[in-house]
């Protein structure tokens, strides 16, 4: 069974966001990665100095086929470097794994899907 990460941010630590409600969302598709045969988790993280410690510790979870990382993290500019240093930790720490992008909270099993 191919194993794919999502990485996010923890929408609780995102100021203005619902938090709740994109947490929801988030856990949805999650779950839709069992209903295509995908085994994957999710790892969400905070904007802050804990970020790294996660993210490599999730990496480091197992072998993985694909690392999804969030739109969150990647799309808004004021976190530019903050998604150059996620896609170096992924580089480094699961350097056999595909890179993928989301276009929401919605649709990372698609996304995944097209590395699989």
């Not at 966001?17 to 999710?42: K, P």
């Not at 998604?83 to 698609?110: C, I, K, M, W, Y």
């Amino acid at each position: 069974m191919p194993s794919v990460l999502v990485l996010g941010f923890d929408p609780h630590a995102v100021p203005g966001m619902d938090g709740d409600a994109m947490r929801a969302v988030l856990d949805q598709e999650l779950a839709r990665f069992g209903d295509h045969a995908i085994d994957a988790s999710m790892t969400l993280i905070a904007p802050d100095a804990s970020a790294e410690s996660t993210v490599i510790a999730a990496l480091g979870e197992r072998d993985w086929d694909v690392v999804v990382i969030g739109g969150g993290i990647r799309k808004p500019e004021p976190a530019l470097m903050f998604f150059e240093h996620v896609v170096n930790l992924v580089r480094q720490h699961a350097p056999g794994a595909a890179f993928a992008f989301n276009t929401s909270g919605g649709d990372s099993v698609e996304a995944a899907k097209r590395w699989l």
